[in-house]
């Protein structure tokens, strides 16, 4: 099976802007969740999103919003970008078998805010 | 989840066996720990998960305490593609699905040729 897919790889915008970043999960996998990486924060959940629907939410301000497609692809949205918004954003697919849950990362969008 | 605890950084040669050793003493019964580990600048990788037995996949084994507040997550012959931070997570699920994995600060391993 094809891995995590993320576009774009690479993103530059200014402050103010707003941005758009896709994910593909893995073929059958339901369940997407983004991550924020940044050199003080490490790796924090944003959110996650089940057949459509947002089911868990981390601490992040209304900026930060995402939406999942019929597919399972899902995109995330941030908007009136601030330089602390530069960071590595990460997408993971997940699969569950009753209480275990596994997640498979894609290879993440790295964003510069200027 | 229950909180983790890994040392933050150790060297290992390679060829030689790493053990990564990770301390979970407040996990409950039925948290499972869970390895991933991050090569730099690309998205974190699972490795491997248990809950009670020891744990073997072509990747690493992983080693648990019978009174489970520990455990060891082994590389049987490291390489230099193995240099990583390696994340030890403790992690219960909700019915309600997931609510992201906490990631600490990991263990940079860094294997010497």
């Known amino acids: 099976k094809a891995g995590v897919t993320q576009t774009p790889r690479y993103l530059i915008k200014t402050r103010g802007q707003q941005v758009t970043l896709s994910c593909s999960p893995i073929?059958?996998?339901?369940?997407v969740s983004w991550y924020q990486q940044t050199p003080g924060q490490g790796l924090q959940f944003l959110f996650e999103?089940?057949?459509?629907?947002?089911?868990n939410k981390g601490n992040f301000p209304g900026r930060f919003s995402g939406r999942q497609f019929s597919n399972s692809r899902s995109e995330m949205n941030v908007s009136t970008l601030e330089l602390g918004d530069s960071a590595l954003y990460l997408c993971?697919?997940?699969?569950?078998?009753?209480?275990?849950?596994?997640?498979?990362f894609g290879p993440g969008t790295r964003l510069l805010v200027l | 989840d229950a909180k983790t605890t890994q040392p933050p950084s150790m060297d290992c040669a390679e060829g030689r066996a790493a053990n990564l050793p990770c301390n979970h003493s407040?996990?409950?019964?039925?948290?499972?720990v869970y390895w991933y580990r991050q090569i730099h600048s690309q998205g974190p990788q699972y490795i491997i998960h248990?809950?009670?037995n020891n744990e073997t996949n072509e990747m690493a084994s992983l080693i648990i305490t019978e009174d489970r507040k520990s455990s060891t997550l082994i590389l049987p012959h490291a390489t230099l593609r193995d240099t990583a931070v390696y994340y030890c997570?403790?992690?219960?699920?909700?019915?309600?699905?997931?609510?992201?994995?906490?990631f600490g600060k990991g263990t940079h391993l860094i294997i010497q040729p």
């Open positions: 997570i403790v992690r219960l699920l909700s019915r309600g699905g997931a609510d992201g994995l906490t």
């Open positions: 073929s059958g996998h339901r369940s």
């Open positions: 407040t996990i409950s019964g039925n948290e499972y």
């Open positions: 993971a697919s997940t699969v569950r078998q009753g209480a275990v849950e596994t997640q498979y």
């Open positions: 248990g809950l009670k």
């Open positions: 999103y089940f057949s459509e629907t947002q089911r």
